[in-house]
């Protein structure tokens, strides 16, 4: 996943993996998300809008990810809405 979202340890990639809790039902569970770093707003802001876009096939992957963890339906709604129809 660093690869995929561009993170490195430096700070100079796009993102930065961060360990973060989670609540799942009453248990605290261990996750990490990537949060943007300055140098990857930065080269973010100079792309062209069009390749700004988050692809489809990406929406669709966390749409897959939320039905598997079977996170609220109003969330996966807003997925498809975002993604349009789901080919599987």
Known sequence: MDEIEGAKLDGTGNYVRSLVYVLKGD???????????PA??????????????VSE???????LGAM??????????????R???LRE
């Open 40 to 53: 990857g707003r930065d080269r973010f802001s100079r792309m062209a809008p069009e390749s700004q876009r």
């Open 27 to 37: 248990e605290h569970i261990q996750a990490h998300t990537y949060i943007g770093t």
């Open 83 to 85: 993604a349009g129809p």
């Open 57 to 63: 096939e990406y929406f669709q992957q966390l749409r």
């Open 68 to 81: 598997e963890l079977g996170l609220p339906k109003s969330y996966i709604d807003y997925l498809q809405q």
